[in-house]
């Protein structure tokens, strides 16, 4: 077979990522402090950027409707060879008076809330909170005790964990010093007296009785199901535990109960992990039968092009090589493309909040039980736009509502058909079966077949294993574990 070569004429449609689009998806997807960094950083590197301050519209117009520059002198006529032609540039064919003439004034422009929105105080956020061997060591400073016990005592707040049990045996801290056993007995003695109570145990069982001895509970039948029969109490045999201690299943319960508000890892709120605070994108603000969509954009400069660089670019301005002149060109551009797309951000943010609400406002007037299914196609069909777009939108984006604040994930749920041929939201139907087994006989706790049975006479269609599902997610215990206890 011979081998040759041909020329085909082809037409064909491809999708193309420009850089305005791809610009556009990044920008859509990040959150508001990855935006915020994204936009200094063009600010940083782009000459033509430049914060617009607040208040400076009409300098701004003002300096961008200057006068035309003045008029070079004629060159005097010569029979002189005609000047070099310049080379057609595709930049130069854009009629810049009609362009500009929209775009004087090219900005981006944060919308002013409809109402001042109060945001907590900058007081209230601390630059690194107090962890609990800081708080250990200032109680152990205001201690009246000699030097040596002092520094035995900071030996054993620094082997604690983060619940605040101690994980070196006193032998290892005695060994530290090295120190006599009695003088670590007794500083550990001095550190389990300390604030939250129950810190520098060495198990949970001490922890719970250095609790109870705090409480005047020392010798209590309390004190006596921690020691000696802590397996009854974690298997809920309430009865055994009757029969072992000779008194009623009502006494056993009452310290039980004691038991159950004690805290088995005090240490745990002095943990010096960081605080994530959630700043929303969107508030939601309840305006008198109606909700109004408030985009929360502060933070957000007010950014423009500079009216310096683009006289730059004028046909008319001979002033600048041409060199000079592409670089601007190409900045105008990046410009121009940052400033749209956070234009369509914002624009495609609002539109998406504002179907979340339109569709879910039988839940914000009266809660979850009136939370309706919805899905991403949902959203997408009512604003025209593609699937793939609203998912972009509402990952990491949050709304504050005046029910609360959640992500605009939330407001996603799969749906369960009812005989009123209403879809009722998944959510909804967790929420029924938390209350549903919240008031249940304790000592008749209901079966999933039981609770499919009564959302059915509720016109939910439901199997037992969705059931057994949802309960499994809400980590309600089954019928027999909830039934262990009174056996």
């Known amino acids: 077979m011979a ?98 003439q929209d775009y004087m004034d090219l900005s981006y422009q944060p919308q002013a809330p409809a109402e001042e929105i109060e945001t907590p105080p900058l007081e209230n956020t601390l630059t690194r909170p107090q962890s609990l061997a800081d708080h250990l060591l200032w109680q152990l400073d205001m201690t009246i005790a000699p030097a040596r016990q002092k520094e035995i005592g900071r030996a054993i707040v620094g082997n604690l964990d983060d619940d605040g049990y101690l994980q070196a045996s006193l032998e ?22 300390f604030d939250p109570t129950g810190v520098g145990a060495r198990d949970l069982k001490e922890c719970l009785m250095i609790q109870l001895a705090f409480h005047d509970m020392e010798g209590s039948p309390a004190e006596s199901i921690i020691k000696d029969h802590m397996d009854l109490l974690q298997g809920r045999k309430f009865r055994d535990l009757a029969q072992a201690l000779v008194c009623s299943l009502d006494e056993v319960m009452h310290y039980v109960d004691t038991i159950r508000h004690l805290d088995p890892k005090p240490g745990k709120k002095y943990n010096a992990g960081s605080n994530n605070y959630v700043i929303p994108d969107v508030y939601v603000l309840k305006v008198d039968k109606g909700y109004t969509i408030v985009l929360n954009e502060e933070g957000l400069p007010r950014l423009r092009i500079s009216p310096f660089y683009r006289r730059m670019i004028d046909r008319g301005n001979t002033d600048v090589s041409r060199e000079t002149r592409e670089y601007v060109r190409e900045k105008f551009r990046s410009a121009f493309r940052l400033i749209k797309s956070l234009e369509e951000r914002q624009r495609t943010i609002y539109k998406v909040a504002k179907s979340i609400v339109k569709h879910q406002q039988g839940f914000l007037d009266f ?41 605009m994930k939330f407001f996603f749920h799969s749906s369960i058909s009812s005989t009123q041929g209403e879809d009722v939201s998944s959510l909804a139907v967790k929420e029924r079966i938390k209350k549903v087994v919240g008031e249940e006989d304790a000592k008749r706790p209901l079966s999933d077949a039981a609770i499919v049975k ?21 980590r309600i215990p089954s019928s027999n574990e909830r039934r262990q206890g009174f056996r």
């Open 367 to 407: 809660g979850y039980e009136h939370l309706r299914p919805l899905i991403l196609k949902d959203v997408a069909d009512d604003i025209g736009m593609h699937e793939s777009t609203v998912s972009r939108v509402v990952n990491h984006k949050y709304m504050h509502t005046p029910r609360g604040l959640y992500e």
């Open 172 to 193: 290892e801290i005695a060994a530290m010093g090295p120190y006599e056993a009695e003088e670590v007995e007794r500083a550990l003695h001095l550190v389990q007296e």
């Open 454 to 474: 009564i959302l059915s006479d509720e016109g939910l269609r439901i199997a037992r294993r969705t059931v057994a599902k949802y309960r499994e997610e809400l």
């Open 3 to 100: 081998l040759e070569q041909k020329l085909n004429l082809r037409l064909s449609q491809r999708l193309i990522m420009t850089p305005s689009l791809q610009q556009a998806i990044k920008l859509l997807q990040m959150t508001k402090l990855e935006l915020q960094e994204e936009v200094t950083q063009e600010l940083t590197e782009n000459p033509l950027l430049e914060e617009q301050p607040e208040g400076n519209t009409e300098n701004e117009k003002a300096d961008g409707e200057e006068g035309p520059a003045p008029e070079a002198p004629e060159a005097p006529e010569t029979e002189a060879a005609p000047a070099e032609e310049k080379e057609p540039d595709s930049f130069d064919e854009i009629d810049y008076e009609a362009y500009f």
